[in-house]
């Protein structure tokens, strides 16, 4: 259940099970672009409307901008770029874990270093406009002070999926 609020960089919201989530606005942008010929570049970008963080979740929810030089590519949510949000969702959720606060052009607190992925797509996410990508955290393991192995899945628009571990370090 959502309370009033006024829009600002962070505020917070409360379920039915008294649990309190982190809602982050800060309005972000991810660029992706690569080629698989030369000069036939695709480009994807994400557009950030907000992250919603709680103790073992976060999800995200985005506008997206495709382009290609390809012949009969068709405007696609690109795989590769579930992956590379998957990095800032994890980050924001290891915030929350360490009670860390998160700062958007604040000084970088973790690394996280995948180890194993798997992705497993069930179509093609054709839509452009408020798009969800959600991280779970299944297991979290303390190798020393600094250095821990997650484990967790993501799912984008119930479509794009993806497991995997990662290797995250306090710095």
């Not at 992706?32 to 036939?40: I, S």
């Not at 798997?118 to 979290?140: C, S, T, Y």
Request: net charge positive; proline share 2%; glycine share 2%.
């Amino acid at each position: 259940m959502r309370i009033a609020y006024k829009k600002t960089d962070l505020y917070t919201l409360t379920s039915k099970k008294s649990r309190t989530n982190k809602v982050i606005y800060d309005d972000s942008i991810q660029s992706l672009k690569f080629n698989v010929l030369n000069d036939k570049h695709v480009e994807e970008k994400l557009s950030f409307s907000k992250f919603i963080v709680s103790a073992d979740t976060v999800e995200t929810y985005f506008d997206r901008d495709y382009k290609t030089d390809m012949t009969k590519s068709p405007d696609h949510f690109i795989f590769l770029s579930a992956l590379v949000n998957l990095q800032k969702m994890i980050y924001l959720l290891m915030c929350e874990r360490f009670n860390v606060p998160y700062k958007k052009n604040g000084k970088e607190r973790f690394k996280i270093w995948p180890i194993n992925v798997d992705v497993k797509m069930n179509g093609m996410i054709r839509r452009k406009k408020n798009l969800m990508q959600d991280f779970k955290i299944n297991a979290i393991e303390k190798i020393n002070n600094t250095k821990y192995h997650i484990s967790g899945e993501s799912s984008s628009d119930s479509t794009v999926y993806i497991k995997g571990t990662a290797l995250v370090y306090l710095i």
